[in-house]
């Protein structure tokens, strides 16, 4: 039985595999079962609850000020970034005011974490197509923006740093100067990305033309972020609702409208430049002040529905809180950008041969533990 | 000038076969004797070989991917590859209990027999070469290609679907990129007009084929190491094992000393194709020499030719070691494409040009 309880049929002279849990391509325990005519794949269905967690319903008995924690672990590469829709969730409940400087320093950890989040998308889709340097150079890259992150919120993976009202501690003094190192880094190293794999002969046969995703598809499935943007779906947050001061920043949507595993690829390849661009924008102009507003001890959220969306590094992150005026959540809903853009894979997919399969989640840049929560 | 160093096979062959028609009478136990003297020496430079290839495709594999690699057992790190022997030899051999049992054991000693049986004519030296056959480079690339049976055994004996997928992989693959090996090989033979190796080095005597052949040669050249590496399931043409589709394709069943005999058949194979390439291309151990530049040329020759051979051969096999750390893997329908519409049309037509060009005697 599939999610949608239809019976699975296998018909004679069909050869049924399962990729994962255990595959080393799905980065994580999904489970996609997989429908072959020879290596052409005529059907893809994932399966799904591998590493639920029951985010959500563990978020219901935890305060206002512990939830933002768990959700870390959701699309543990962009933590900062799910920590930050949380917080966003609670002060528009409370109403309250975030100081400039909080907001500040949040938008540059948000786009550090972005950036750190696509360098190791980069590298592990050139490892799923059989190329093993590129982990490496990525990893070096992204070692440094941990490393930021490291000095300023003590975590590498799962960071927590922003909570209702701004951000948990005033940054480290060595930080303007840091992130300015790693920037004259990433920067320099970007183009030797492009000769390493974009313009890689073998590399462009792969992904071009591979996995199409129409317009239309990709708003009926919800597919959100740059998977969508690279058909041509304008759906950046930062710039449709921004947050956080995204509209004082200067930057790009990233699109294209190929709609391919190149154009998703290369959306993203860009979107690293975007990041630059606005970290490099507000580096030199953190405002001084507090870093975080005044809060009071357990935060009670008046009675209604609260609803923000953030641009993760990977698409559309809804965070829906119904409070019921209590301490603690009534009822959360996350809307995790990897469950819709999951659910795009088969369309894509089909018709595709196996080794395409892992291009296209490759460049979709699932992360499971946020399809499952 | 003599060379400093030159190991004389044949002669201490000789000596050897005379002592023991002292000690034994009876010729056919000398017979078996020295094959089996022979059989265990080259058993034991292999294994040694593949240990130095290992460490070798490690240490390049570091040096692309700004890193150190290995650098902690024994001196720089050279012992690592002994310590995973090791390894390999007290892990559990794990057998799925719906295998064909008999074609699950076979399949290994298939593919490693098939790689080293395919060392056999090759000339490490001047007058060292385990036995020269008059039809040297048909008998490698025939016997080379026995190792897709071993493969297609083990992907079938498995009862796995992943294994049965990159051993049907590995049977398009090889048989089709034997084609274009084989036309690279053949134009060498046309130039040569022998398939021994012996008479292949020695027509090299004055220039290698790379640089005598003029464009054609060097264009079989490169498509036997396109080809080549193709024959050998190694990156970017590893779709038999396609760790990240195929989670090791024909393999994915075996463990401990079994996967150790398919890695063990990998390194030799990558040693006799660039053997192979060494020799028929690049002279085998003749030594680099310059048209009159005779003090240059002495030089040359004072250098041992079995220093010569290992450092052409492991020139090539750093090549194509180089392919697997840079390259992403192609697709399995583009493989095939570029076997049939590139390399077999272009390898072809180039024959036919070596053809004319040995029949004009345009070649230096």
């Known amino acids: 039985m599939n999610l949608l309880g239809e019976p699975e049929v296998t018909e004679e002279g069909e050869f049924v595999i399962n990729i994962g849990p255990q595959h080393p391509s799905t980065h994580g325990v999904l489970h996609l079962k997989v429908w072959l005519d020879g290596e052409t794949i005529k059907k893809v269905q994932p399966h799904l609850g591998y590493i639920h967690r029951s985010i959500e319903k563990m978020s219901e008995s935890l305060s206002y000020r512990n939830f933002i924690y768990v959700t870390s672990r959701m699309d543990y590469i962009s933590a900062h970034i799910n920590n930050q829709a949380c917080a966003l969730t609670v002060e528009k409940g409370l109403q309250v005011e975030v100081p400039a400087r909080a907001q500040v320093i949040r938008l540059l950890l948000a786009e550090l974490t972005r950036l750190g989040s696509h360098l190791l998308w980069w590298g592990c889709t050139g490892l799923d197509l059989g190329a093993v340097t590129p982990f490496f150079y990525a990893f070096r890259e992204r070692e440094a923006i941990l490393d930021v992150l490291e000095e300023t919120c003590g975590a590498r993976l799962t960071q927590n740093f922003m909570v209702p009202g701004g951000i948990m501690y005033d940054i480290h003094p060595n930080f303007q100067k840091r992130v300015k190192d790693v920037m004259v880094q990433v920067k320099s190293k970007l183009k030797e990305y492009d000769e390493l794999l974009s313009g890689n002969v073998i590399f462009q046969g792969r992904v071009k033309g591979v996995g199409y995703l129409s317009p239309e598809d990709a708003i009926s499935y919800g597919v959100t972020g740059p998977a969508a943007r690279a058909s041509g779906v304008s759906c950046d947050v930062r710039k449709w609702f921004p947050y956080d001061g995204y509209d004082k920043v200067q930057f790009e949507e990233v699109l294209d409208t190929g709609g391919d595993s190149y154009a998703r690829y290369m959306v993203r390849m860009r979107e690293m430049q975007q990041s630059i661009h606005i970290i490099e924008q507000l580096i030199d102009n953190i405002p001084e002040g507090e870093f975080q507003a005044k809060t009071k001890m357990v935060i009670k959220l008046p009675k209604g529905e609260f609803y923000q969306r953030v641009e993760t590094a990977r698409g559309e992150l809804g965070v829906f809180i119904v409070s019921d005026g209590g301490s603690s959540p009534y009822r959360i809903k996350y809307r995790s950008p990897n469950f819709s853009n999951l659910c795009a894979l088969s369309k894509m997919a089909t018709g595709a041969k196996i080794g395409d399969l892992i291009a296209i989640m490759a460049t979709l840049d699932l992360i499971i533990p946020d399809i499952d929560r | ?364």
């Not at chain 2, 893997?329 to 272009?346: A, C, S, V």
């Open chain 2, 1 to 364: 000038m003599k060379p400093l160093l030159e190991i004389s096979f044949s002669s201490f062959a000789a000596q050897f076969d005379k002592w023991l028609n002292g000690v034994v009478s009876n010729s056919f136990i000398v017979l078996v004797a020295e094959l089996v003297v022979t059989g265990v020496c080259l058993l034991a430079f292999l294994v040694l070989l593949c240990f130095f290839l290992g460490y070798m495709e490690r240490k390049v594999a570091g040096f692309i991917e700004i890193r150190l690699g290995p650098n902690r057992v024994g001196p720089k790190g050279s012992f690592q590859i002994v310590a995973d022997t090791v390894k390999l030899l007290f892990k559990e051999g794990i057998t799925p209990s719906s295998s064909d049992k008999f074609l699950f054991h076979l399949a290994p000693v298939i593919v490693v027999t098939a790689a080293m049986l395919a060392v056999a004519p090759i000339a490490f030296a001047s007058h060292f070469q385990v036995y020269d056959i008059s039809i040297g480079v048909l008998y490698v690339s025939s016997v080379s290609s026995v190792a897709v049976i071993g493969i297609l055994m083990a992907g079938w004996s498995s009862y796995n679907k992943y294994s049965l997928l990159g051993a049907m992989r590995s049977g398009a693959q090889i048989v089709s990129y034997e084609l274009s090996v084989g036309l690279s090989l053949i134009s060498i033979v046309i130039l040569t007009g022998s398939l021994r190796i012996s008479d292949i080095v020695m027509s090299q005597e004055n220039g290698w084929w790379l640089f005598k052949g003029h464009i054609p040669i060097l264009i079989s050249f490169v498509i036997f190491l396109i080809a080549s590496t193709a024959e050998i399931n190694r990156a970017p043409f590893d779709l038999t094992e396609a760790e990240q589709e195929l989670t090791g394709g024909y393999h994915t069943e075996y463990s401990g000393m079994k996967f150790a005999m398919f890695l063990l058949a990998e390194y030799i194979n990558l040693f006799v194709v660039s053997a192979i390439a060494a020799t028929i291309f690049l002279g085998g151990w003749m030594p680099f020499h310059l048209g009159h530049w005779h003090a240059f040329n002495s030089i040359m020759d004072w250098i041992p030719s079995s220093l010569w051979f290992m450092g052409k051969t492991l020139f090539i096999v750093f090549i194509i070691m180089q392919f697997r750390w840079t390259f992403p893997r192609l697709r399995i329908d583009q493989l095939l494409n570029l076997e049939w519409k590139y390399l077999l049309p272009i390898s072809m037509v180039n024959t036919i040009l070596v053809t004319v060009m040995a029949i004009m005697g345009w070649h230096f």
